[in-house]
Each structure stands twice: as structure tokens, then as C-alpha cells.
């Protein structure tokens, strides 16, 4: 098959033909129709993400969306033929998704939703899965609750927006004033971080008291306004990126509590695998009933084009999730 191998680091990714795979015990094997294009996968490409655990050579990529051609033995949930879509590989040992084949633990998909084409399907696992565990395992988003998402416009911060709609949240996102339209369209009060600071938007917003949750997707100086905008005592700050050294003060005097979200475990240790295809099922139902539905960028990319759309990501100037075009 044909897939795209990373041999060294820093290095571009290579089109060539490899082993097709087999489905092994409690795998499906895939044809990958689209493959999502994360940040992630351009800092394992450049030898900046120690913590994904790369081996070399490999094949990157984390979501895809496919066809089912084949079952391991175990496996009684998918049958050739339906269509899936999960995040998959690409980090540790595991194969990633730039490739026409993927062999998958089956525990890792769900059947993908009717209403969204494969490149729509494929730009959601991995966006889905760390705004779902942050906002509904960590945080327990619910109704009446006023929620504040830093980066409402981004790749997780868009999906995490329409997750906190979904479930009855208020829901708050600051994003550049080019990106307000987008955070309005997806039913989110905007938030113009570069002219309204931390206790201007707080005082506007929630009469000085606070957000109830507040989910940072940026890191940095703006994990630290989150823990200056959450609410006194029942507060709850959630970060996908809190990797930096902070001063927790500004969360203690509030009495409020934190929790950190690290996507990739289970598919670097093997354990909770079965909650990510959990995720994904969830992710479905709110698909089908119209309630989420990922921004793509209009391009289109190849197997062939990949070094085109790592540098879109890289640059900052994708307008939505890039998707490469596999099967």
C-alpha cells in the first residue's frame, strides 16, 4: 500500500509502498478514505513532541475516517463494509493514518455519522475527544452553567463551543476580532481578547463572579487568565495544553480546582481505549441531531500534497481543519 513514512525527524515525509497490514485479535482492518491533520502531527514531524512517544520510521497521522474491509478474531461490533471514523495511531508504536490501509483496535471507533462526508468525519477525533474530556469527564458541563472557551474559533476550542451548546451551557470564547464571526455562527458569545482584558470580559460577562468553567486550548499566559476568570468556589478550570510552569495562587484564593487533559494515553499505555470509541459514539448521536459539525478549510490535499498542508498548519493561515484526501 501506499503510505507516508517519516524516517527521520525534521525531515519531509516520504511517499512510498509499504506492507499492507492484517487485522490481528480485537482489530478491524481500515481503507482510509481521509486523514485529519492536527498540530500535533507537524511538532512529531519536526522531533518536538517527545511526548507522543514517535519511533522511527513511522507513519504519521492520528484521525482518519474509512471503510471496514476486514475483521480480526474477537472482533463483533463492525463487519466489512461500515463506515468508521476514530483517532487511531500515529504516536508510540501505533500506525498512523497517512496510509491506505490502517489495522485498528476496534475499541478506538465508531460507526461514522450519515450526515458527515469523510473529510468532515476525519477532522473530528482527536478535536472531539480533548474537548469532550475536558468540558463533559472533567469539568461536567451541564445546563444553566456559563462557560468560557479560550480559542472558541480553533480546532478544538470551535468543537468544544458546540459540545458546551449541546449539553445546555451558556457558552462565552474568545477569539482575534477576523475570527468573531466564526465564534457567533456557532452560537458563542465573542470575546475580543485583544482589546478586552481578563476582569473587563469577567466583570462584563458574569458581574465580576466568575465563569463556571473555563476550558483553555491555547496554554501559556492564557492558562493563567483562566485561572484568574473562573468562579470562587465552584469553579472548574480544564486545560489541554497545561505543560508550562504556573503560579496556582490566583485558583487557590479562589477555591476553585483545575484539571489537566492529556489526550494521547490510551493510545500510548493501551488503557481506556474503550472510552475513546465511547467519545466517538457520542460524537455521532450530536452529528446526526445537528448539534456538531467541524469547520473545514475549503483546500484540498493528497498523500502527495502533505508537505502543503503541514505548512498550512504550521503557518496559522488554515481557515478550519485540514483533511487529506486518501481513498
Do not use: C
Not at 194 to 219: I, K, N, R, S
Not at 232 to 248: E, F
Request: net charge negative; aromatic share 6%; hydrophobic share 45%.
Amino acid at each position: 500500500m501506499r503510505a507516508l513514512v517519516l524516517r527521520e525527524f525534521d525531515t519531509p515525509l516520504v511517499l512510498d509502498e509499504i506492507d499492507k497490514p492484517t487485522a490481528g485479535p480485537g482489530q478491524v482492518l481500515v481503507q482510509v478514505k481521509a486523514s485529519g491533520v492536527n498540530p500535533l502531527d507537524t511538532k512529531i514531524r519536526a522531533g518536538k513532541a517527545a511526548h507522543a512517544r514517535r519511533t522511527l520510521p513511522a507513519v504519521l497521522g492520528l484521525d482518519l475516517a474509512g471503510v471496514v474491509e476486514a475483521v480480526g478474531p474477537g472482533v463483533h461490533d463492525f463487519a466489512p463494509g461500515d463506515e468508521v471514523f476514530g483517532m487511531t495511531g500515529g504516536v508510540g508504536d501505533v500506525q498512523g493514518t497517512l496510509a491506505e490501509y490502517a489495522a485498528v483496535d476496534a475499541r478506538l471507533l465508531a460507526r461514522k455519522p450519515a450526515v458527515l462526508t469523510m473529510r468532515e468525519a476525519a477532522a473530528l477525533p482527536l478535536v472531539v475527544i480533548t474537548a469532550w474530556e475536558g468540558l463533559v469527564d472533567r469539568a461536567q458541563v451541564h445546563a444553566g452553567q456559563k462557560v468560557l472557551i479560550h480559542g472558541g474559533a480553533g480546532g478544538i476550542g470551535h468543537v468544544a463551543v458546540q459540545i458546551a451548546r449541546a449539553r445546555g451551557a451558556e457558552v462565552f470564547a474568545t477569539a482575534s476580532p477576523s475570527r468573531r464571526e466564526v465564534v457567533e455562527r456557532l452560537g458563542a458569545v465573542p470575546i475580543d481578547y485583544t482589546t478586552t482584558g481578563v476582569e473587563e470580559y469577567v466583570a462584563q460577562h458574569t458581574g465580576g463572579d466568575g465563569f463556571d468553567v473555563v476550558f483553555d486550548t491555547v496554554g501559556g499566559s492564557v492558562l493563567d487568565d483562566s485561572f484568574t476568570a473562573v468562579r470562587t468556589y465552584t469553579g472548574h478550570v480544564v486545560s489541554a495544553l497545561g505543560w508550562g510552569t504556573h503560579s496556582i495562587a490566583p485558583l487557590s484564593f479562589r477555591g476553585a480546582t483545575y484539571s489537566g487533559v492529556f489526550t494521547l494515553l490510551p493510545l500510548l499505555t493501551g488503557r481506556g481505549r474503550e472510552h475513546h470509541g465511547e467519545i466517538m459514539r457520542e460524537a455521532a448521536a450530536l452529528a446526526e441531531a445537528g448539534k456538531l459539525r467541524p469547520l473545514l478549510d475549503p483546500r484540498h490535499f493528497t498523500l502527495a500534497d502533505i508537505t502543503d498542508a503541514h505548512a498550512a498548519v504550521e503557518s496559522g493561515t488554515a481557515q478550519g481543519k485540514i483533511v487529506i484526501d486518501i481513498g
